[in-house]
């Protein structure tokens, strides 16, 4: 599994893709937080509060890990080296978790300058230290099973096709689904409006964000991600079969 982690990681960051990818999270993030007006603004806002970036993450996520792991294996098929990738003596499950690794640390990277948005508010609050650490904590990792879950929905997807943007595209309406759609659905159900928006990540991810990481929220995550790369390896089996 090393072997493929380092590899994907080199791949990354032997050429613009790694660089690209931090700089604009890290730019569309900073614009909608510091500079645009709107209700992203932090500064207009008038609270030490994180919660318009956590609001505005998963979004951008949503666009940017799809176009990360459009490539993990739907390159590997393009160029005909799918083949000797699964004759290697390692298991499907050691290649497809190299793949998701390198994919969750390229994002994580992108994710750790962030920290100064909380340093600078927990500073420059009125008073200093006007910030909910908690709730931040929680949000942080709400974002990182975020990650896990969408990452290996786009590792997934990348074995439907040799084409990139159609397993860009396919993974962007099955995170978009999932993280949305039942939240949509629940207010035509009232009745049964929380157990359907319960089945949608923004539900979990809003929950973990209050601060408290319920057992329930990481499981749910922890299951998405799970399955698709479950999904994923049996994908693999049938090919090599």
């Given amino acids: ?8 990681i080199k791949s990354f960051f032997g050429a613009p893709i790694g660089y690209l990818v931090i700089a604009i999270f890290l730019l569309i993030a900073g614009l909608y937080l510091w500079v645009f007006e709107g209700d992203y603004n932090i500064l207009n806002s008038g609270f030490a509060d994180l919660s318009p970036f956590f609001s505005i993450a998963p979004l951008i996520f949503l666009l940017l890990i799809p176009a990360i792991t459009m490539r993990s294996f739907s390159d590997e098929f393009k160029q005909g080296t799918i ?10 499950w050691q290649i497809v978790s190299g ?17 100064l948005y ?6 420059y609050g009125q008073p200093t230290g006007n910030l909910d650490v908690g709730s931040t904590i929680g949000s942080y990792f709400g974002l990182l099973f975020i990650i896990f879950s969408y990452a290996a929905i786009g590792v997934f997807t990348s074995t439907l096709s040799e084409n990139q943007i159609v397993a860009f595209l396919l993974s962007v ?10 939240d949509g659905l629940a ?13 949608g990540m923004n539900n979990h991810f809003k929950s973990m964000s209050r601060g408290v990481i319920d057992t329930r929220d990481v499981l749910y995550f922890l ?3 799970i399955a698709f790369l479950s999904w994923t390896v049996f994908k693999l089996k049938s090919l090599k079969n």
Wanted: hydrophobic content about 65%; charged content about 10%; some cysteine.
């Fill in 83 to 92: 083949e000797l990738l699964l004759t290697k003596p390692i298991s499907l």
């Fill in 99 to 115: 793949k998701f690794l390198a994919a969750v640390i390229l994002i994580i990277l992108a994710l750790v300058p962030t920290i």
């Fill in 223 to 225: 299951s998405i991600t």
């Fill in 118 to 123: 909380v340093v600078m508010l927990y500073l």
């Fill in 173 to 182: 309406f099955l995170c978009f689904f999932l993280y949305f759609a039942f």
């Fill in 1 to 8: 599994m090393k072997a493929i982690l380092f590899r994907e």
């Fill in 187 to 199: 207010s035509y159900f009232p009745q049964w409006e929380n157990v359907i928006a319960s089945f």
